[in-house]
Structure formats: C-alpha cells, structure tokens
C-alpha cells in the first residue's frame, strides 16, 4: 500500500466546482487586487478566528515582516523566537534590522518553553513570536503575561495552525497579532503563495493595511515606506471556497492522530501530546521523537510510507544565522528534537486502510 506523505487531491476534487466557480467569478469580475473577493474572505476569516480584523498579504514570511515593522522594530532591537521553527520566523526579524534570539522548546509540545522566555529578555528585546508549530497553540496565557511584565510586543506565527485553540480561544485572542502562511500545503493553503494578519487592535490593522499597500491608504499618497505584499483577488476567492469545508478537514486530521496516539504501542516511537481540555490541535504535522530516527524513516519509506522532518537543524545552527556565533550543544532541546523528529502523514483524505496500515507498521518497528 501507498501512503504519500501529503496528497491533496482528494480535498480538491470534492469541492473543485467551487474552485473553478471561484476562478470565473474573479475572471469575470476584471477586479484582481484589492477587490471584493479579499474584502469578503477577510471579513470571513477574522469570524473563523473570532477576532475583529484580517488583513490579507502576499505570504505567510510578509506577514511576520509586517507586524514587525507596525510594531516599529528595527535596527538594534531583540525578538525572542524558538529555536525549533521554519526560517521564516527568523527571517523576517532579520528584514527589519533586528536580531532574532533564540530560546529552547517544550520537549512534550514542541513549542517555545514559556517558563524559559524572561532569561533571554535584555534591555534590547522589543518583541516575543510565538510559534504555534505542528498545528497546536503555545502557552499563551503565560506568554502574554511574560510580555505585559516587561512591556514586550506579541506576536503568534501561526502559519501552521489555522483552526487551533488554546483554552477555547484561537489565535489573535492572546497576542497583538498573528500571522499567517496560506502556503498549498497548509491546512487551509491557497493554490499558490498567500498569507495574512489578524488583530483585534483597529489601530495596529488600519497600519497594516497601509503597510501592505506601498504605505498608501489613497492612491499615491503614501504616509509611510510600505511594501507590496497584498493578497490577490483569486487566491482570496479560492481560499473562501476552501474555509467552508476546514473544520471538516481539521476534524479528520485529529481523528486519525487520535488514533495513531492510541493505537501505537512501539516503545522505540514517542507520541506528540494528545488533545485535551487545554490544546486544540489541528494537525498540520503529526510529529513522533524516535531515537533511531533514520532507521524508521528508511523502514517506513520502503513500505512505501511518506515521511518528512520538521526540521532537521534548528535555527541558531543555520549557515544563515552563523553570524550570531552559536555552536553544538547550546540548546540542547531544540537539537535533540532536530535529530529525532519524524513527520508522519495525516491529513484529509487518508482513507481507514491507510491508517491501519500506517498503524500497523509502526508498531512492527524493531529499529
């Protein structure tokens, strides 16, 4: 049997009439930037969120650049992120001027380790970003109090987590902001590169909105040094068409982690957390730690089982950050997860025989 990593056409062809209607209407429409079809899944998805403002952008790295930049970071200027996380989040502190500092992860959530955040806050740290990795929610209430104590900035990189909750609230409740990546890949992805803000600060929003516009709210008339990152009128209409079916799509993804959680019993493979009363999570990666990581994937490879890593070296040993002089060994969590994190397939369309094979063979690993 074959199990590919990610497939996503059983998604798309279950709701490829409201795709190719999509495309029509904005073909028809002679309207492709900044249009009604943006103005309409902004409105859709701040309500998905329960927050009051979205704001669409060009991608999901845009995003993170841009409330950094409304947060007025830059040159001489801190941001704590984690060290287990996509470039992306470092990336976009390093376009502003500002140093991006590292901070070890929870070996049980993977996420930032809240209770680590305030010995790496200096006078120069301005900001926090929260990464909300593998689909489930940080500490957030912990965070933010971190953030309120030393008069930081919040933001939540929740480019992997449309649809999670922390304590019933989703991204956006806790922080200032949070952005998001609509990569094809993502459990709600465009069909192309795509990203978005969402805030319930109405001053932070209208600044992000003039931000992504060439700082311009009327046409050439410009009152700041913008950028141009705006979410196109057929990648909005699409991801309308897509929103309506994600709470379907989140849905199966928990059932099949719930079931892989439960079901394998292999001492030599470390299941993530499960979902509680606490955590929401939706899935995007399905991560287990095994020690003989390497063996595992070739075994599940050759059974014809699609694997991936996320991500196989952390950020403060990237050739990209070696600037900031970190070696092997300073963050130890961070590196242990590196080397020993394997991504298993779940996501929408994975049939219950598939499952049950997945099941089964990761069960009949003897490393």
Wanted: include cysteine; charged fraction near 25%.
């Amino acid at each position: 049997m074959k199990i590919p990593y990610l497939s996503l056409e059983i998604m798309h062809n279950e709701i490829k009439d409201s795709l190719l209607n999509a495309c029509e209407r904005v073909i028809e429409s002679n309207s492709f930037i900044l249009g009604n079809e943006l103005e309409e899944f902004e409105k859709a998805f701040a309500e998905f969120c329960g927050v009051k403002h979205a704001i669409g952008c060009g991608n999901g790295l845009d995003a993170i650049y841009l409330v950094l930049k409304a947060f007025d970071i830059g040159s001489g200027d801190e941001v704590i992120i984690p060290s287990n996380t996509y470039i992306a989040t470092a990336l976009a502190i390093t376009y502003t001027g500002a140093t991006p500092v590292f901070v070890e992860p929870r070996l049980d959530t993977f996420n930032i380790d809240a209770e680590k955040i305030e010995a790496a806050i200096t006078e120069k740290t301005k900001a926090i970003i929260a990464v909300n990795l593998y689909g489930r929610m940080c500490e957030m209430d912990a965070i933010r109090a971190i953030a309120d104590k030393h008069g930081l900035r919040l933001m939540e990189d929740s480019a992997q987590a449309h649809g999670a909750m922390y304590k019933g609230h989703s991204s956006g409740y806790y922080s200032d902001a949070a952005a998001f990546s609509f990569y094809p890949g993502k459990n709600l992805g465009a069909l192309g590169d795509a990203g978005a803000i969402i805030t319930n600060d109405d001053l932070l929003a209208d600044k992000l909105r003039c931000l992504r516009n060439y700082g311009s709210k009327i046409r050439y008339e410009h009152i700041m040094q913008g950028t141009n990152s705006r979410l196109d009128e057929l990648q909005a209409a699409l991801l309308s068409a897509k929103l309506k079916n994600l709470n379907k799509w989140n849905a199966r993804r928990i059932e099949i982690a719930n079931r892989i959680i439960s079901e394998v019993k292999n001492p030599l493979i470390v299941m993530p957390k499960a979902n509680d009363e606490v955590y929401h999570n939706v899935w995007h990666i399905f991560p287990v730690l095994c020690e003989c990581r390497d063996s595992l994937e070739k075994y599940l490879n050759s059974e014809g089982i699609g694997t991936n890593k996320h991500y196989p070296k952390p950020m403060h040993l990237q050739g990209a950050y070696k600037c900031l002089g970190m070696q092997n060994g300073a963050l130890p969590v961070a590196e242990h997860i590196s080397n020993c994190e394997l991504s298993l397939p779940v996501y929408y369309g994975m049939t219950d025989e598939q499952v049950d094979f997945l099941i089964e063979k990761l069960n009949a690993f003897c490393g």
